[in-house]
Nanobody, 124 residues
Framework: QLQLVESGGGLVQPGGSRRLSCAAS????????IGWFRQAPGKEREGVSC??????AFAESVKGRFTVSRDNAKNTVYLQMNSLKPEDTAVYYC???????????????????WGQGAQVTVSS
């Protein structure tokens, strides 16, 4: 059974940092594209970042502030978020593409396994 579990959400002050983790089971993150998405209240879900064997991608709104990485031994993908802004407040989801060795995208339709989400609130 494919499963993703996010952790690391919480309250952080503007300008602060937070690292989200996405632990996978039932498949290898080293073979699959993993995406990070977020959804703020009243807004549509948007792609934030993704990682695959062929590289990474970032939304313009987070470029230079967020990084994505993975630890194949731990079968976990990380989203490091720096210089956080109030507009980064959202529920963050990780998602996996079950088609192996494919280029990652920020389009949610390309992903078929989703985690439960982690709330990140940026506020003073």
């Amino acid at each position: 059974q494919l499963q993703l579990v996010e952790s690391g959400g919480g309250l952080v002050q503007p300008g602060g940092s937070r690292r989200l983790s996405c632990a996978a089971s039932g498949f290898s993150v080293g073979r699959s594209a993993i995406g990070w998405f977020r959804q703020a209240p009243g807004k549509e879900r948007e792609g934030v970042s993704c990682i695959s064997n062929m590289g990474t991608a970032f939304a313009e709104s987070v470029k230079g502030r967020f990084t994505v990485s993975r630890d194949n031994a731990k079968n976990t993908v990380y989203l490091q978020m720096n210089s956080l802004k109030p507009e980064d407040t959202a529920v963050y989801y990780c998602a996996a593409d079950s088609v192996l060795f494919r280029l990652c995208t920020l389009r949610s339709a390309e992903y078929d396994t989703w985690g439960q989400g982690a709330q990140v609130t940026v506020s003073s």
